[in-house]
T-cell receptor
Framework: EAGVVQSPRYKIIEKKQPVAFWCNPI?????LYWYLQNLGQGPELLIR????????DSQLPKDRFSAERLKGVDSTLKIQPAELGDSAVYLC????????????FGPGTRLTVT | DQQVKQNSPSLSVQEGRISILNCDYT??????FLWYKKYPAEGPTFLIS?????DKNEDGRFTVFLNKSAKHLSLHIVPSQPGDSAVYFC????????????FGKGITLSVRP
């Protein structure tokens, strides 16, 4: 069974440029999460989807961040415009349902904003 | 405010000995506690969990202990193996409609051959 797939693995952009990250969860997993992991910190939830519905986006900075999960499968996280402080690893995870203890994480996208 | 705290950034142990990784929390409403393990360039992987109504859960070489009165949990790995070298995140799950995982900063475990 394939794991959570994320692309790109690495991205370097200049500040004020837009950037997008893509995630393909494990087949059959209804719940999808986007996390932000700053250097030396643990993952922090940005947004959680149940199928195509964003059920918790309270931690998503909506002035510059947006996300979508069309058809309840793949998801895209976008930042526009990027700031220096956005440099971090963006992790996608999925689980069978929202109350599952075990979340399956992708390898992440490491973003560097210069 | 950090609700899940891992105060030691690193731990080094000899192969075959016990590794004890500690975690403290502040929110009494957490209903589950989990440990995730992360290798470089990979995402975290689930290791073991414990319900807030239990005080111990064991899975092979891994045992998690929960002390609710002290708001403290620990992960014991025995015997430690070089392949256990990784970053270990303590996490806590809140209950309710907006249930989510809150992670600690992680601790880097190095197991010396």
């Amino acid at each position: 069974e394939a794991g959570v797939v994320q692309s790109p693995r690495y991205k370097i952009i200049e500040k004020k440029q837009p950037v997008a990250f893509w995630c393909n969860p494990i087949s059959g997993h209804n719940t999808l999460y986007w996390y932000l992991q700053n250097l030396g910190q643990g993952p922090e939830l940005l947004i959680r989807y149940e199928n195509e519905e964003a059920v918790d986006d309270s931690q998503l900075p909506k002035d510059r961040f947006s996300a979508e999960r069309l058809k309840g499968v793949d998801s895209t996280l976008k930042i526009q415009p990027a700031e220096l402080g956005d440099s971090a690893v963006y992790l996608c995870a999925s689980s069978l349902q929202s109350m599952s203890l075990e979340q399956y994480f992708g390898p992440g996208t490491r973003l560097t904003v210069t | 405010d950090q609700q899940v705290k891992q105060n030691s950034p690193s731990l080094s142990v000899q192969e075959g000995r016990i590794s004890i990784l500690n975690c403290d929390y502040t929110n009494s409403m957490f209903d589950y506690f989990l440990w995730y393990k992360k290798y470089p360039a990979e995402g975290p992987t689930f290791l073991i969990s414990i319900s807030s109504i239990k005080d111990k859960n064991e899975d092979g070489r891994f045992t998690v202990f929960l002390n609710k009165s002290a708001k403290h949990l620990s992960l014991h790995i025995v015997p430690s193996q070089p392949g256990d070298s990784a970053v270990y995140f303590c996490a806590a799950k809140s209950s309710g409609a907006n249930s989510k995982l809150t992670f600690g900063k992680g601790i880097t475990l190095s197991v010396r051959p």
